[in-house]
C-alpha cells in the first residue's frame, strides 16, 4: 500500500514551457486535491476533485488544469509555466470530508 | 485566503522539555486536524478532532478541540530530536459545502537533544 505517490520529484522549467503532474492514491479515496506550498503562505488549494470525471476550482486556480479520467489518478498541468508558479506542489487524498493524507511533493522551479 | 493564525511561529527547545501550540480562527470549524511535515517530505496526519471539547492523544502527542469551536490545541511531551519540523493545523468551516480545509502557517519545531 503506498498511499499517495508523486511525479516527478523535481522538475526545472523555462517560462512558457509547459508540463503535468502527476498524482496516484490506492486507497480507493474519491475525493483528490492539489496544493501548492509557498513560503509563509502555508498550503493553498489550487483545484480539487470529488469523484472520477469531476474537477473543481480552489483558492489559487489561474494558470493550472486538472484532470480525473481515473479514480486513482489526478493530473495537474500548466499550460505556460510562470516564474510564479515556483513553488512545492502536494497532492492529496480523502475517503471521507475530513481527514486527507499527503503525497511527497514535487519541487518545480521556473526560471 | 482565509489562513488560520498558529502560535507560535517557531519553537526552539531542549530535549525532555514539553511542547505546547495553538491555533485559533475567526470562524466556527467542524473538524480541527494536526498535521507535522519533516523536511522534504508531505504533511503527515497526527490527529484528527471532531466534536468540541474532544481531547485525543496518539503517543507523546495531545490535542483538543477548543470548546468555542474556533481554536485547537496541540501538545507534545517529553520532546525528542525526532519530533523537529512543522506542525500544521488545519480545519473545515461549519457547514461547509465543499471539502476545503483551511491550513495554518505551521510552528516550526526544533529539538536540541
Known amino acids: 500500500n503506498a498511499g499517495v505517490t508523486q511525479t516527478p520529484k523535481f522538475r526545472v522549467l523555462k517560462t512558457g514551457q509547459s508540463m503535468t503532474l502527476l498524482c496516484a492514491q490506492d486507497?480507493?479515496?474519491?475525493?483528490m486535491y492539489w496544493y501548492r506550498q509557498d513560503p509563509g503562505m502555508g498550503l493553498r488549494l489550487i483545484h480539487y476533485?470529488?469523484?472520477?470525471?469531476?474537477?473543481a476550482k480552489g483558492e489559487v486556480p489561474d494558470g493550472y488544469n486538472v484532470s480525473r479520467l481515473k479514480k486513482q489518478n489526478f493530473l495537474l498541468g500548466l499550460e505556460s509555466a510562470a516564474p510564479s508558479q515556483t513553488s512545492v506542489y502536494f497532492c492529496?487524498?480523502?475517503?471521507?470530508?475530513?481527514?486527507?493524507?499527503f503525497g511527497p511533493g514535487t519541487r518545480l522551479t521556473v526560471t | 485566503g482565509q489562513q488560520l493564525n498558529q502560535s507560535p511561529q517557531s519553537m526552539f527547545i531542549q530535549e525532555g522539555e514539553d511542547v505546547s501550540m495553538n491555533c485559533t480562527s475567526s470562524?466556527?470549524?467542524?473538524?480541527w486536524l494536526w498535521y507535522k511535515q519533516d523536511p522534504g517530505e508531505g504533511p503527515v496526519l497526527l490527529i484528527a478532532?471532531?466534536?468540541?471539547?474532544e481531547l485525543t492523544s496518539n503517543g507523546r502527542l495531545t490535542a483538543q478541540f477548543g470548546i468555542t469551536r474556533k481554536d485547537s490545541f496541540l501538545n507534545i511531551s517529553a520532546s525528542i530530536p525526532s519530533d523537529v519540523g512543522i506542525y500544521f493545523c488545519?480545519?473545515?468551516?461549519?457547514?461547509?459545502?465543499?471539502?476545503?480545509?483551511?491550513f495554518g502557517t505551521g510552528t516550526l519545531l526544533a529539538v536540541q537533544p
Open positions: 492529496a487524498s480523502s475517503l471521507t470530508l475530513y481527514e486527507q493524507y
Open positions: 486507497m480507493n479515496h474519491e475525493y
Open positions: 476533485s470529488v469523484g472520477e470525471g469531476t474537477t
Open positions: 470562524s466556527i470549524f467542524n473538524t
Open positions: 478532532l471532531y466534536k468540541a471539547g
Open positions: 488545519a480545519g473545515r468551516n461549519y457547514g461547509g459545502a465543499t471539502n476545503k480545509l483551511i
